[in-house]
């Protein structure tokens, strides 16, 4: 699929990614031979787990579908309730049953190689997530962009674009807040749950505190106010890109410690596909 910004005029990459999900912003048109077709895959363990943290950790209809599903009540922290008491392993028995069974299946937890039919369609380039911008940067050379649109995309998945990267999820996050805001009374415990998210995907340094009080005295509960917040936490613990790659692992290995072996193999059955095209490991994270 191609896809073109309506309004090109517009920071495309600084736009709410709920947005972008909804396609009130970009228009999918027709393939030709000719276009360069492009897949971008991701492995199947850390895309799940991201998927887990951003869809069913945080707020919105999946977290309270599953909540409804496996009979759990909400998250309980210091007498408040913010989301949904599900674990990791009963996100996984679920989404794997489902996909067994011939249920159909949210775009975010079906696999890239059934999402993209890889049987119907030529691809020229396979892109892996964990070497986006080298692959990124190897795609720009072999088509034929606009320099100022080589430019945005460079910027955008360089370290320079980290400002529009919170900005962006954290926008996401404040949507989602006040659609769900009955499942989730306090903005406090709701933000702790946000920075955690933000450690767990490597933005955050780990040994930077949940700054509690800082959001208890916050006055307007805008994306700006927070974006600032949160750019000054990185900036006094900064990472490297090791640094933030190992984080972001420890994580992934910490969730997969506690899931079943069978669950486990569900897993692989279901998105084999995507192991085998994009040479992802089989073995578990925990287990490498």
Request: one cysteine or more; proline letters at 3%; charged letters at 25%.
């Amino acid at each position: 699929m191609a896809i073109e910004s309506i309004n090109t005029s517009r920071n495309v990459f600084n736009i709410n990614r709920n947005t972008i999900h909804g396609h009130n912003e970009v228009t999918i048109q027709n393939v030709f031979k000719s276009d360069t077709k492009v897949m971008v895959g991701r492995d199947p363990y850390t895309r799940l787990f991201s998927a887990f943290i951003d869809k069913y950790f945080l707020l919105g209809n999946l977290g309270r579908s599953l909540r409804d599903a496996v009979g759990a009540g909400p998250y309980r922290k210091d007498g408040n309730i913010c989301g949904y008491n599900v674990t990791f392993s009963q996100f996984l028995e679920n989404i794997t049953q489902r996909a067994l069974t011939g249920a159909q299946m949210n775009e975010h937890l079906t696999p890239v190689s059934d999402l993209c039919d890889v049987c119907g369609m030529k691809y020229d380039m396979l892109i892996r997530q964990e070497t986006l911008n080298r692959d990124t940067q190897h795609l720009l050379r072999k088509v034929n962009l606009t320099e100022s649109t080589q430019t945005a995309i460079q910027e955008a998945i360089s370290p320079k674009g980290i400002k529009q990267t919170i900005h962006s999820l954290i926008a996401s996050y404040l949507t989602d807040y006040a659609t769900y805001r009955k499942d989730c009374p306090s903005r406090v415990l709701h933000m702790e749950k946000v920075w955690a998210t933000l450690q767990i995907q490597g933005y955050v340094n780990t040994g930077v505190p949940y700054p509690k009080q800082l959001f208890e005295n916050i006055r307007e509960y805008k994306s700006d106010n927070i974006t600032s917040i949160v750019l000054h936490a990185i900036e006094s613990r900064p990472m490297t890109k090791e640094e933030k790659i190992k984080q972001r692992a420890t994580f992934v290995r910490r969730a997969y410690e506690v899931v079943e072996d069978e669950t486990i193999r569900k897993v692989q059955t279901v998105f084999m596909k995507d192991f085998i095209l994009l040479n992802y490991d089989l073995t578990p994270p925990h287990k490498r």
